[in-house]
């Protein structure tokens, strides 16, 4: 019993390690690098209200990439009434935006949301 639970002990540790190591390594844009899927640079796409629905639910904090150059996500924070509960730096693909009738909106649900990881700048 004893091998067994030791088994079971290291079996999970490989797993949140191998967990741990699948996370990308973010960096914050420069802010005059173009976002090409907004025709926008950084700087003016942070602090850009997202949308769903019609609604309002979070904002903008960064713009981010695996380098300082390749926008490659957005960091947002939703608000709390938004019902993809109070998270803060959700790190979201630029996939998952479109840009419609002036305004950012959000394509992913909220258990798509509830998946993603979390920016620690």
Same mark, same amino acid.
């Given at each position: ?11 999970? #540790? ?13 960096? &914050?844009?420069?802010? =005059? ?5 907004? #025709? ?5 796409? &942070? ?13 903008? &904090? ?37 840009? &419609? =009738? =002036? ?19």
């Amino acid at each position: 019993m004893f091998a067994k639970t030791i088994s079971l002990a290291l079996l999970s #540790s490989a797993l949140l390690a191998g967990v741990a190591s699948a996370q990308t390594t973010w960096v &914050e844009i420069e802010d =005059n690098v173009q976002v090409s899927a907004f #025709s926008q640079t950084a700087d003016t796409v &942070e602090d850009w209200d997202v949308y769903a629905a019609g609604a309002k639910i979070g904002e903008v &904090e960064e713009v981010i990439g695996t380098d300082a150059n390749t926008p490659t996500a957005l960091v947002v924070d939703f608000e709390d009434n938004a019902g993809y509960g109070d998270r803060d730096d959700v790190v979201i693909p630029l996939d998952q935006f479109a840009w &419609e =009738n =002036n305004q950012l909106v959000l394509n992913a649900d909220a258990a798509a949301i509830g998946a993603m990881e979390v920016w620690n700048d």
